[in-house]
Each structure stands twice: as structure tokens, then as C-alpha cells.
């Protein structure tokens, strides 16, 4: 039986009952430059077309900047398929995107132990 906040796509005992790539088609490069730790945001713009449940979740998920490992923790899905499906987003208009501040000094260990460890209380 699902636990109530997976929804009907994840079961107890089977696991995901939808392999995760069909979820994005199938498409495995995401249009946007997107790395785990892109913050990505809503922008508040309506949504024109069809996007699946999961780009719903997903875009429930960025009232605030948001990493994009994040997103793909709590929508329990690989980080290709979460950055293909905020991609769809990006170029729909929904969401905008923003590199991380610390590019300028990527090997900050402490903030790698700080991702790390938020990483881990996710899971």
C-alpha cells in the first residue's frame, strides 16, 4: 500500500511503480545549464500547456531558492530526470535559475561537508 504523501506512483512493498524516466520522456539532458546545486525559484508565472504531476511537485518545491539536489531528494527521483523536469520548467517560464555564489572558490570544504551533511538528513 502507498504512504499517503508518495502518491500512487511508489509502493511499500514493489517500490516506484513508474520507472523514473518516463517521467521525462525518456530525455536524459536537461535544456538548461543545471548542476546539484543550482538554486532554482518559481517565478510565479502561470504555466501554459501540459506538464506532468511531477513537474507540478516539483515546481511546489520552489517557492524558495531551492538546490536542485534538493528538489531531486524530495521528489525521490534521479538528479537527470529532476534536472530535465526543472528544465521544462525553465524554459516554460515557471522557474528561473541561479548558479551558486561560492563558484569563485568551489573546493570550500566547508561548505562541501555543509551539502553533504544536508544531503544525508535528507535520505
Partial sequence: ?????????????????????????????????????????????PVIGYLGPEHTQALGLCAAPTSVAEIAAQLKLPAVVTKVLLSDLVDCGALTLRAPDFYHNPTDRSLLEAVLDGLRRQL
Fill in 1 to 45: 500500500m502507498a504512504a499517503p504523501h508518495d502518491g500512487p506512483w511508489l509502493d511499500e512493498s514493489a517500490g516506484r511503480l513508474v520507472r523514473p524516466y518516463t517521467v521525462s520522456d525518456g530525455r536524459t539532458r536537461p535544456t538548461a545549464q543545471l548542476d546539484l546545486l543550482t538554486q532554482v525559484m518559481a517565478t510565479g508565472r
